[in-house]
């Protein structure tokens, strides 16, 4: 039993995967068993060695305590007979599964994977992937054969970056296994450290599945959001007000519109549309929420140039300072931020725009989107503010700091755009601002 012999400390658990998912993970099983942390990003694990979480998920405190071996040596991985897997996957350009992460997460441990050793996947995929494409690899890899010299399992990550409520052991845990025994595995390890309790899904399928329709539910009643955002911004309503009223009745679902990016709701609905496309079913309501979602970032920059003329500016000469760039609230997580869609379609009027983010790490802005970042003290003589995401430290701001930000003119010629309702309308207004939120 892999179970006892981890609690005794006979034998080791690996992580494959340090980022947002793999590393809070990680130190999570640290505090109870021996934990293997692996990454290919040899900075990344120098970082942790350091006690230092690039993520912040955990703080650099729980790291530096940590007993976790971080390594970026694959070899290590044959220490281990309890192995998680939580690589990214993302989507191509075409909007189709990029499962390369997946796949090559699944040869380095085939190389290094030894009899008796049960596999879990946590990386969000779409039904079929875990049993049709990750076990073949595993096996080809390690000349062993699943079901008898090893099992495998699928366990969806529910992180939320950036959420010190809503942590990973207070989330219930969705738990598969290829069959009854190793289910039983699979949830007695997941327990040490969950303390929410798991579920067990009927099958690995079951929880792949359960793991997409999570978000592109999410998706779809944000959409419905944006959708009536765009509408009631012709009608000179404000959204927040509705959303307000609406808010008073029991069962309101309290979704509110925004930009919808980041490594989960952003890229799990395609991942299933792809499998049901495959099986000949055109998803109609899943991608036209997408279609709207992936707009929005283009209809606020058309916003932002509409204020900017009504605000009698010379679009091309205006100076338009962006407040955030990482696809969540206090999170320095950039991945498929679609603040970035806002930046080019300001791009497309000839405006390049200041961009502001305390919490997002300069150097990743640059490799990921050649973009550079400036200080908010640095700010001045801006036509136009943009709140698009609200870190606390824009919430904080007060309305001298906020006017130290713009060019010295009248209020009336200053443009606040407010994407995630971070100020008052009514407030802003009465201070001769022209306001458009979301």
């Known amino acids: 039993m892999i179970f006892k012999e981890l609690i005794n400390k006979q034998e080791k658990l690996a992580v494959i995967g340090l980022g947002y998912v793999g590393m809070p993970i990680a130190v999570a099983f640290g505090k109870k068993i021996d934990v293997i942390g692996f990454d290919l990003n040899n900075n990344k694990i120098e970082l942790y060695k350091s006690g230092i979480d690039p993520t912040n998920e955990v703080g650099n405190e729980e790291i530096m305590q940590s007993t976790v071996e971080f390594t970026s040596d694959e070899k290590k991985l044959k220490e281990a007979k309890f192995h998680i897997v939580a690589v990214p996957t993302p989507i191509n350009s075409d909007k189709t599964p990029d499962l390369s992460p997946v796949e090559g997460a699944s040869r380095i441990i085939g190389r290094n994977l030894t009899k008796g050793s049960i596999v879990v996947y946590e990386s969000t995929v779409y039904p079929g992937v ?33 959420d010190k409520v809503h942590t990973l052991e207070k989330i219930i845990k969705i738990v598969s296994g290829m069959d009854e025994e190793s289910l039983e595995e699979i949830s007695k390890v997941y327990e040490l450290v969950i303390e929410a309790g798991v579920h067990k899904a009927s099958s690995i399928k079951v929880a792949e599945a359960a793991k997409v329709v999570e978000n592109s539910q999410r998706d779809i009643n944000i959409a419905f959001m944006n959708e009536l955002s765009m509408v009631f911004d012709r009608m000179d309503i404000n959204t927040n007000d509705v959303i307000e009223a609406m808010n008073t009745k029991w069962n309101a679902l ?167 309702g971070i100020l008052d309308k009514a407030e802003t207004e009465r201070k001769g601002y022209r306001y458009w939120g979301l």
């Open 254 to 420: 309290k979704f509110y519109p925004g930009l919808v990016g980041g490594h989960c709701i952003g890229v799990d609905p395609y991942y299933f549309v792809y499998e049901a496309e495959k099986l000949g079913y055109h998803s109609q309501i899943i991608l036209s929420g997408r279609k709207i979602n992936d707009g929005m970032g283009k209809f606020v920059a058309d916003a932002i140039i509409k204020e900017l003329i009504l605000a009698n500016k010379i679009v091309k000469q205006s100076k338009v300072v962006i407040l955030g760039l990482t696809f969540k609230e206090n999170c320095p997580d950039i991945r498929n931020s679609k603040v970035i869609d806002i930046v080019k379609g300001l791009n497309e009027y000839g405006i390049e725009p200041v961009i502001v983010d305390p919490q997002a790490d300069p150097g990743d802005v640059d490799r990921e989107y050649n973009l550079g970042l400036e200080e908010i003290s640095s700010i001045d003589n801006a036509d136009c503010l943009v709140f698009a995401v609200s870190h606390d430290e824009f919430k904080n701001l007060d309305w001298k700091q906020i006017d130290q930000m713009f060019i010295q003119s009248n209020n009336n010629e200053k443009v606040v755009v407010d994407v995630k």
């Open 130 to 162: 875990t049993e049709d494409i990750c076990i073949p690899i595993l096996e080809s890899e390690s000349g062993l054969k699943c079901g008898v010299d090893f099992k495998v399992g699928y366990s969806p990550e529910r992180i939320n970056p950036g």
